[in-house]
């Protein structure tokens, strides 16, 4: 009985990693270029860009908020970034894209504290808004065109580095994730203002009644975001050597996917950026494994979908 009681808890804590062991035990079964090197290391660059998107996502959520403006964020910041690079150089030029989400960020935070929006479906349709305003904008910037790495006439070594370089087997992409994971996972659970992140998702009103400066706190929730969705479209682009104005179209849907998966509450007030990463793993293995198996992207789309759902429906149920 105690055996059956505890494989049942340990079913329910780690549903999200034996989900995972068995969809790519099955993918594996079914086609054996599953487990070839060259897979692994595509599966390992895919788990890049949407990584970072869905920690700042974590973060918003957490706080009690959502921001659906990431992907106007993700595209604006690209080709941002990008077309700096001549004028600034390599560094400056990731500077300046960071700063651009920042700022984003900011914006988002001014406007849903200016308009009252102080919760979470206020906020979603301004960063919906939002978004559309940063696509547009990334549009006009660009005329509409792709912009492309090797039309540069200054180095981008490093960018090349942060794209598609490796230590060892793993991409430096994913180190950097790690490292930003474990940061962030030390300021939600180990500093105040974390803390107080996570205090204000929970409930608002008794976190004012504290004496918590909540406006703050949602200006630094949007403001990780922006950034985070800055440092995701870096990574994009230098992987890919292109910055499309339209680049960051459904990241926002992935994202939260990846974050609600992990086992993030929308309730705001709990939840794990390390979650998140094994949200996002089950995402990019979802996609690799579809794509392997020759399934359209439309179907695709179906089944994202159709696990979002039963996501927030388990979510909805472990709140009450």
């Known amino acids: 009985m105690n055996t059956k009681i505890r494989a049942k808890a340990f079913l329910q804590e780690n549903l999200v990693l034996v989900i995972i062991v068995v969809l790519a035990a099955a993918t594996a079964l079914m086609e054996p270029k599953f487990l070839t ?59 300046a894209g960071l700063l651009a989400g920042a700022l984003m960020g900011l914006l988002n935070a001014l406007v849903v504290v200016s308009c009252g929006a102080l919760t979470q479906a206020k906020a979603l349709f301004m960063t919906y808004a939002l978004s559309a305003v940063y696509s547009a904008a990334a549009l006009l910037y660009t005329d509409g065109a792709t912009q492309h790495m090797s039309h540069l006439n200054s180095s981008v070594t490093l960018l090349r580095g942060i794209g598609s370089g490796r230590l060892g087997f793993i991409p430096v992409s994913f180190l950097l994730f790690f490292a930003l994971m474990a940061g962030l996972h030390f300021f939600l659970n180990r500093t105040q203002t974390g803390r107080e992140i996570q205090l204000t998702g929970a409930n608002i009103t008794a976190t004012d009644m504290a004496g918590i400066p909540v406006k703050r706190r949602v200006a630094i929730v949007y403001i990780l975001s922006g950034v985070l969705s ?69 179907i695709q789309s179906v089944c994202k979908g159709i696990i979002l759902i039963i996501a927030i429906w388990i979510d909805r149920r472990r709140t009450k």
Do not use: H, K, W
């Open 37 to 95: 090197m060259a897979n692994l290391g595509n599966l390992l660059n895919q788990f890049g860009p949407l990584s970072f998107v869905a920690l700042g996502m974590t973060i918003a959520i957490i706080g009690g908020y959502i921001d659906l403006s990431v992907a106007g964020i993700v595209s604006l910041s690209a080709v941002f970034t990008i077309s700096m690079i001549d004028v600034l150089g390599q560094t400056g030029a990731l500077l």
């Open 230 to 298: 800055a440092f995701g479209a870096i990574v994009l682009f230098s992987r890919t050597t292109t910055a499309s104005p339209l680049m960051g179209a459904n990241y926002e849907t992935n994202a939260i996917l990846a974050v609600v998966v992990g086992g993030t509450s929308l309730s705001g007030g709990r939840g794990s950026v390390i979650r998140t990463m094994l949200g996002v793993m089950l995402v990019t293995l979802l996609s690799n494994c579809l794509n392997l198996l020759g399934v359209s992207t439309y």
